[in-house]
């Protein structure tokens, strides 16, 4: 399959859970990373494998995954967490890239 | 400390072919996954295609007649061309490094791209 499916908007009040889910065929053997883009910035990763923090990246944000689907967790959301939330993994081929559709987080 | 940088003209015209490099510093291209990636304004991202290191190409079927991406190791850059293109090629075009993993523990792949140049804004106009 050469799709992840992303909800398009989620929102979660300030300092609560937040789970943003990526679902595709290709998470039954990927692990899916997890990128977050602000306004006129290019994408940060946040997660990669099977839950792996680069360096800076603070450890309210966590994934997770099962069968056919990966979450991003985000524990005690902040306001600077507003930003767009893409998934991303190879296809099941293993030789394309795809990305989810994105989903835009609102911190209220 | 890896750092990209796209670089090229930010105005096409339509039927034209789009040309973009990106020189990577800090690092060797050996070993990677070389990227580019673009976002219309308003949209999502979008997988153009990638070059790995010795050469071997792969591209997103919906632009596979239009791209080519290629390696100049030399000057540690690699390169986009998109033909024919239309104003539904203006994007932000990214450049990016990928890295994939086997973990033999659980059997699952994965892949990430990091790091990722600024962006840079093509717009697709006569």
């Known amino acids: 399959s050469s799709e992840l499916t992303q909800d398009p908007a989620v929102s979660v009040a300030l300092g609560q859970t937040v789970r943003i889910t990526c679902q595709g065929d290709?998470?039954?053997?990927?692990?899916a990373s997890w990128y977050q883009q602000k306004p006129g910035q290019a994408p940060v990763l946040v997660i990669y494998?099977?839950?792996n923090r680069p360096s800076g990246i603070p450890d309210r944000f966590s994934g997770s995954s099962s069968g056919n689907t990966a979450s991003l967790t985000i524990t005690g959301a902040q306001a600077e967490d507003e930003a767009d939330y893409y998934c991303?993994?190879?296809?099941?081929?293993?030789?394309?890239?795809?990305f989810g559709g994105g989903t835009k987080l609102t911190v209220l | 400390q890896v750092q990209l940088q796209e670089s090229g003209p930010g105005l096409v015209k339509p039927s034209e072919t789009l040309s973009l490099t990106c020189t990577v510093s800090?690092?060797?291209?050996?070993?990677?996954?070389w990227s580019w990636i673009r976002q219309p304004p308003g949209k999502g991202l979008e997988w153009i295609g990638y070059?790995?290191?010795?050469?071997?190409?792969n591209y997103n079927p919906s632009l596979k007649s239009r791209v080519t991406i290629s390696l100049e190791t030399s000057k540690n850059q690699f390169s986009l061309k998109l033909s024919s293109v239309t104003a539904a090629d203006t994007a932000v075009y990214y450049c990016?490094?990928?890295?994939?993993?086997?973990?033999?523990?659980?059997?699952?792949?994965?892949?990430?791209?990091?790091?990722w140049g600024q962006g840079t804004l093509v717009t697709v106009s006569s």
């Open positions: 290709s998470l039954r053997n990927y692990y």
């Open positions: 991303n993994s190879r296809d099941s081929s293993g030789n394309h890239v795809i």
């Open positions: 070059i790995y290191y010795s050469g071997s190409t």
């Open positions: 800090g690092g060797s291209i050996s070993g990677y996954y």
């Open positions: 494998g099977k839950n």
């Open positions: 990016a490094r990928e890295e994939t993993y086997y973990y033999d523990t659980s059997g699952y792949y994965n892949n990430y791209f990091e790091p």
